[in-house]
């Protein structure tokens, strides 16, 4: 009987001993296990949120990834240097999140809001959380509100309304920031916030847009986050929600933003890296399988709030890098499903000196034609038409089919339309000036100027044209109309143009 | 009010929750709550484990929950409110109404059932129309029939989709039920506005699922939409008209969720249950003998591949497939369907009469015979063919432009007025052209008509 009792009480202890686990207490608290790889496993912190911040002896900062049944998977937001097993690791009640506000126009900040200008701190006293839901569908409202790129192409055939989510995507070395920055450098004076954000970028690229930046006055309505190439994959991870964050306390205050991902390629790649040091499973591409959901639900946060909710909006242009020119691939064609529409630039039409290098054929805007302008619409319904319809016939042509003259005419009038689209970086246009070039070259009154010389021409024409009639530019650009007998006004200053040009 | 039992998270992945319970475990499928403060938030069993524990699928964001948290059994899957109480109204994955006209009391149905049995179910023969030339002509729809447009991203689903509520949607006496799964919140917005504008809204239900929503939410969706209009199917013995946008997503959300169970990805990363998944869904949507379901399915075709696993699997399914192809909208065509990808079952001469049939075989046989032709052509120039082929060239040339056609839904985008041709009109129309009738009538004139009779040239 004794021995029996004796026996209970060994299996007890046995049982006890099996059955221990690291606790004595540490609800938000717990000890680092092993570290390697930028990735932690911790144990204890039992009270510990999903996606909270977890802060550890020395001032580092990780991220609560995977809550598992005995440990904590958690990826850490600064470097890894003096980490040992056995730190540790405290929860901080706090889900990440950044100082927001006026004071971070013209500032460069990383991922977690802290400056990397040398500038002065930034106070912090508003923060934001970096994940937020997306406006709901009844708090949005119809995107019918042009915000212009400055560049001919764009706002003539794939138009951006405000709230709208363009993707530009295409080869590297295509021009794909260059249409970025130029679209924020068209902003100033216009009430635009603009919010750039460099995901996995060199330093001397981001160095470089935030000096274009600055030579154009456009920092005083920017704030830069950055994370560069060197920084751990979840800080890159991290930027574009931060990005957001930042953009969405403009939005929700009534404002109207603009926000640059700088490139979501590198982003699904620093995810991927994430997941795959977290033992996560992988799909295509060896990315895991919410990586549509990543993007998808950043995105979703662009929108065009309704009236009830401020009426703000938050305009996205995701940039996307192919390799080859293969948007058929998984990333681009993901990205591609969730934005409003795609500007595709193709480095062979780069290499050919059509830049901006828009592949007009596969570029699309889904929502901006409700966006645009009177005038604007009035003069550009044909233009993608027009251009397709000329590529196709041009390629046809190209193997000796007998060629009506409908058909020469079409060819006459794509090639010089092609050639009034071509236009430089940092040289955003009018809209006046935009919608006179259009009418002109979409009624063909250029038939008689050489395809080479249709550029000169035309700035010829408009720099004319502002000194001798500003009258009816300042009301093209201020009432954003066009009728019809401004058509016939033009017709007639361009020939009396042409004269004058003769004599 | 059944009894319910209280079991406690003990790990979160991603969207993966594993609850443990210790003496009651709640079915598959069945719906709990996790209680987190003031706030609740449902997840739903996927699967038992060993030990007592459930793994579920969190249909809410899991940011911010916690190991521990209580999580209570409700003895139910999800219900979803059905009958006329929804129509007109707009709920979420859940069957929740967001649309603020206040709570829904009456009936409400489990979003899981089999689907109807051999012999309830009953095919369908009869023709349809919907306006729109090519789609008409070579790949007729039919009533009670499963429908199937494709399309990679960004060639125009959604706008077709769109266009086919515009115009069926606005002419149907029935109830209609529009399901968005995994689709932008901003076309969903526009979508409530555009059907009520058009009044179409009165006899329509809709349910939305966006891609913000987690890929539970996203795939429940479907279910939750199916389970009304089968309702209304069933019930009321109606002709319900169903509209998907997107299948995929629903495939899409399946793949997120094999993935996070951990679970041995299949043929280029999807769930190894894909065709299962798909088929209790796809099998549902069918007609039976007290009603009939006509479905349009928006099917997005990822990287442009049609022998991706998903919409391949998808294709078997349905009785017309309408293929939107990336090499029609380079060269402007909108619609930008490929007439020789494109399909239906119902284009037999039995069914559509003997003019249709020969009509779009001839058709479908001048645009093949130019495809071939191109090879030669690029080699070889124009010069090379004989007249014969040279006339078939131009020919099917103006017949690829005579099935660009102005939508009504597009009208802002491209400035045309759209255009609604009958079935006669288009049919008399392709024979002119095939016939040599236009053969003086330059091919740019054929863009964005209507028949041929918007051609001042063509004397008929």
Redesign the interface.
Known sequence: MEKHEFSFITDELKEQIRSFRFDNGMKDAGRLVACGDGVLTIEGL???????LIYINGGKYALAM????KQVGAILLTNAYDLSEGDLAYSTGR?VSVPVGDELLGRVVNPLGLPLDGGKPIPGEKLRNI?A??????D????DEPLYTGIMALDSMIPIGK?QRELIIGDRQTGKTAIAVDAILNQKGKDVICVYVAIGQKIASVNSVIQTLKAHDAMDYTVVVCSTASETAPLQYLAPYTGTAIAEEFMYSGKDVLIVYDDLSKHAVAYRTISLLLK??????A????I??IH??LL??S?KLSEKMGGGSLTALPIIETLAGDI???IP??V???T???IYLESELFHSGIRPAVNV??S?S??G??AQCKAM?KVS??V??DL??YR?MAQFSQ????L?L??MA?LGKGARLTESLKQNQCAPKKMCDMVVSLVITMKDWLSDIAVKDVNPFLDGFLRDLHLNHPELTDRLEREQTFSDEDADKIKEYLTQYKESRKA | MKKQYIGKIIQIIGSIVDVKFDNHLPNQNELLHVLDGDRMVDVEVLAHRPGGVCRCIALEPTEGLSRGLQVETTGTSITVPVGEQVVGRVVNALGKPVDGKGEMTGEYHSIYREPPSLIEQSPATEIFETGIKVIDLLTPYAKGGKIGLFGGAGVGKTVLIQELISSIATKHNGRSVFIGVGERSREGYEMIEEMTQSGVLQNTSLVFGQMNESPGARMRAAFTGLTMAEYFRDVNRQDVLLFIDNIFRYVQAGSEISALLGRMPSAVGYQPTLSNELGQLEERITSTKQGSITSIQAIYVPADDLTDPAPATIFSHLDATTVLSRKVVEQGIYPAVDPLESSSRILEPHIVGELHYNTAKRAVETLQRYKELQDIIAILGMDELNAEDKLLVYRARKLQRFFSQPFAVASVYTGFEGKYVPLEKTIESVNAILDGKCDDIPESKFYFIGDLSDLEEYKG
């Open positions: 039992t009270n510990v949120k999903n996606g909270e995977n809550l598992e049944e889900i994940e839901p997306a406006p709901a569908i009844f949005r409202a119809k995107v709230g996560r499973p992988s799909g295509r591409e990315y895991p399988g919410d549509f959901y998808s639900r979703e946060r929108a058929s691939a998984y064609t993901n591609i499903s969730i409003d529409g795609q054929g596969l699309v889904r929502v034609g409700s619409k319904g044909q993608r038409l397709a319809h196709e193997f000796g089919a007998d009506d409908a058909t079409v």
